[in-house]
């Protein structure tokens, strides 16, 4: 009779109700076989899921469980103290079993799934690289050899990676056979250990269900609907999107003018195209957590906020449930709505916690609201990352937007409206105004003189310092609205301004960049500072939005400025300097869809790294990646260029006595994150040394200079000059 080994033990339970580590093998290795199974994958995670905990066969381990459990551990005597690293022994079993490819396919995933996929060299990550864990690996398996004999018969000898596995990609493959153990391996650990928490995943409606629900909301929404222009037209664009929806999955976009129905449209089509080509989840991913809860409130209202899952920092704590905790970790389940963050430092984390929810993706639909908005710096990792699920992983994208990008090296994608120059006309709202001499600079009084001649108007600027400036000038019921003001405050000023504006009282704001992307706010006339033409036909969506003013045979007029400064250098400086290049141009027209094509060839010509240097951490040396290095570099928002400091507003103080009290709890963070403000490092260092920041917790900052109602953070009220280059 072979010897008993045990994975899992139980509190206060004797051995015999224990999970047995055969037991645990097995149900790992059916659940990531079944999870491989849609990229034609499944021996390999059955044969990962079989061998990554069979370092737990080692005496020290099983030691550790008796005696952990107050049980004795003699008869592993000659066993040494203290646990041991458990994931070795199984990578090293692959390589020895495999062979080179193979075996560093499997070898990764095993050493990984608890500390996560590592480099293959020292280099950069000294011992915890996969060629020094082989090493040690090969030493604990000598010591296994009983258990190692048991899982011959159990894996599957005669693999080959499947048909589209190519040496650019091969780091995604790993990827998703990583998602595939690690999910595997959660679920089950879960389901002996915490049969309560368990019982808490899922129960989610199907797809379909929520499909009835949502065409009947359309249905609703269309007959009740007056018949206005605008209606019309977002009516033509829902009828193309359900059209579009029965074309074969890939890559959609999705061009439509601001307030012409696109969030809805965009999950028309998803629904039916997932409903035509069984797709398993919709996923909308948004690039701002600042406007993340418009769209969730949005399908919240017509499926339930319970059926809707939010993954994202921002996350209100009181909308976050078990089950939608749970959901979150893995994705599992019909409806995600999250951000660029998550969704892409996904698919090149090294973490567990990141890569579980990976698999999850494969046969859905993925809408890319903003999709200009996509990092330049990191352009060519996302977009490869976009082309390899929509190649080999059954993902249909659709990039939803007004102002469309051309984004280099993408696959081409469909558009969905037949003539997005008849729309755009439909639709038109707005006269853009340029100034006529490029050298012609405002100063900030005479900006404040004109914008004071307007009884609602909003103005947006390219920094802090410039909302600080001009709002000083202007009468005091002006409302500043800028990201040193925490995510509580914003959302709170951003209710009175649209309550303002729907009763038609005197409102004017000056703003930084973020109410431009998706903030539903509708004024009679918007002032923009000189910046990317992008930036200027978002700023330009929160202008006649609704069409009022063409009822009565007018447009909202949008005047553009050039201010004291130029934008900030780097990015927003090449914005500025490629719309004045197209400004001097005969043929230039700011509100003609092509002119964005043109806009964005012309941008990222000019862009010197878009992240080609990064992708050669992947593709170099294959299979020998560098796994960890790029998981830890790959940062959408660089942490190390800001701080993040808690500010005293609203409810933030108990919380912030909490976390001075008892650390970092989840439900602390949860509810300090709508308290928060990122500081530039210059000027969070400059903070520090003058007194005005108090560490709270280990590497956790309150502000304890000036908050106000008016301009929050009060970092220019200080006296202070320094060089802003934060929205």
């Given amino acids: 009779m072979s010897k008993q080994f045990f994975a899992h033990s139980l509190p206060g339970r004797p051995a015999s109700e224990w999970q047995t580590l055969d037991t645990h093998l097995e149900n790992v ?5 079944h999870c491989a199974s849609s990229f034609d994958s499944s021996h390999w995670a059955w044969n990962a899921a079989w061998l990554h905990d069979l370092g737990k066969a080692a005496a020290e381990f099983q030691a550790y469980l008796l005696r952990e459990n107050g ?4 008869e592993y005597d000659d066993a040494g103290p203290g646990r041991v690293n458990h994931s070795g022994a199984g990578a090293a079993y692959a390589q020895e079993t495999f062979g080179l490819i193979a075996g560093l396919t499997i070898a990764y995933i095993v050493a990984g799934h608890h500390a996560g996929l590592p480099d293959y060299f020292p280099s950069n990550t000294g011992r915890a690289a996969l060629q020094i864990r082989l090493e040690e690996g090969m030493n604990d398996l000598s010591r296994i050899q009983s258990m190692a004999e048991r899982l011959k018969d159990r894996l599957h000898t005669s693999i080959k990676p499947p048909a589209f596995v190519k040496p650019h990609n091969f780091h995604l493959w790993i990827r998703m056979l990583f998602s595939c153990l690690v999910d595997a391996d959660f679920l089950d650990t879960e389901s002996f250990m915490n049969v309560v928490q368990a019982q808490e995943r899922g129960g989610y409606p199907t797809l379909p269900e929520l499909k009835t629900i949502f065409d009947a909301h359309m249905n609703q929404l269309t007959t009740e609907a007056e018949r206005t222009p605008v209606n019309t037209v977002r009516h033509e664009v829902l009828a193309a999107c359900r059209k579009a929806a029965l074309q074969e999955p890939g890559l959609f976009s999705l061009t439509v003018p601001t307030g012409g129905g696109k969030t809805l449209s965009a999950m028309a089509f998803a629904f039916d195209h997932a409903a035509h080509y069984d797709k398993r989840r919709i996923v909308y991913v948004i690039p701002y957590t600042s406007i993340i809860e418009q769209t969730a409130g949005i399908l919240g209202s017509i499926f339930g906020t319970g059926n809707v899952v939010e993954h994202h920092s921002n996350l209100e704590p009181e909308k976050e449930t078990q089950r939608s905790r749970l959901a979150s970790e893995n994705w599992d389940a019909p409806i995600i709505v999250t951000t660029n963050v998550q969704f892409f430092e996904s698919l090149y984390s090294a973490k567990p916690s990141r890569c ?17 908005l996509l990092p330049p710096k990191w352009l060519e990792p996302c977009v490869d990352g976009i082309n390899l699920l929509a190649r080999h992983y059954g993902v249909t994208f659709v990039f939803a937007t007004a102002t469309q990008p051309e984004l280099p090296k993408l696959d081409k994608p469909r558009e969905i409206i037949s003539n ?63 990201a040193l003001m925490c995510g509580q405050h914003r959302s709170e000023v951003i209710r009175k301004v649209k309550d303002s504006l729907k009763h038609g009282l005197p409102t004017r704001v000056i703003s930084t960049q973020l109410v431009e992307a998706g903030v539903d706010i509708d004024f009679p006339a918007v002032y923009r500072a000189l910046a990317g033409l992008d930036a200027i036909a978002q700023a330009g969506g929160r202008c006649n939005r609704e069409g009022r003013l063409n009822d009565r045979g007018l447009l909202g007029q949008v005047h553009v400025f050039i201010p004291p400064q130029n934008a900030p250098r780097g990015l927003q400086l090449k914005g500025e300097n490629t719309t004045r290049e197209l400004m001097a141009l005969p043929d230039f027209n700011p509100q003609h869809p092509m002119e964005f094509t043109r806009y964005f060839q012309l941008f990222y010509s000019r862009l010197n790294d878009t992240g080609e240097r990064f992708m050669e951490l992947l593709r170099i040396d294959v299979p020998h990646i560098h796994f960890r290095t790029a998981g830890n570099k790959f940062r959408l928002i660089d942490d190390l260029e800001q701080q993040t400091v808690f500010v005293h507003y609203g409810n933030s103080g108990p919380w912030m006595d909490e976390l001075r009290r008892i650390g970092p709890k989840r439900q602390t963070m949860r509810k300090l994150q709508r308290y928060t403000v990122n500081l530039s490092r210059r000027d969070f260092e400059k903070a520090k040394a003058d007194g005005l920041v108090e560490e709270i917790w280990t590497g956790l900052y309150c502000w304890i200079g000036g908050y106000n109602e008016t301009h929050g953070l009060d970092l220019y009220g200080a006296g202070w000059a320094p060089e802003d280059l934060m929205v």
């Fill in 420 to 482: 997005p120059d008849a729309l755009y006309e439909k639709l038109r709202r707005t006269a853009i105004v340029f100034p006529h001499d490029l050298n012609d600079r405002c100063d900030w009084d005479d900006i404040a003189a004109q914008l004071q001649r307007h009884d609602q108007v909003l103005c947006v600027v390219n920094t802090r310092r410039d909302c600080y400036e001009l709002h000083k000038r202007m009468p005091p019921d002006t409302i500043h609205l800028s």
């Fill in 71 to 74: 049980l004795d551990d003699s």
């Fill in 29 to 33: 290795a059916e659940k990531a076989f």
């Fill in 356 to 372: 579980r929810k990976l698999h999850n993706l494969i046969d859905s639909v993925v809408i890319l609201d903003e999709a200009q």
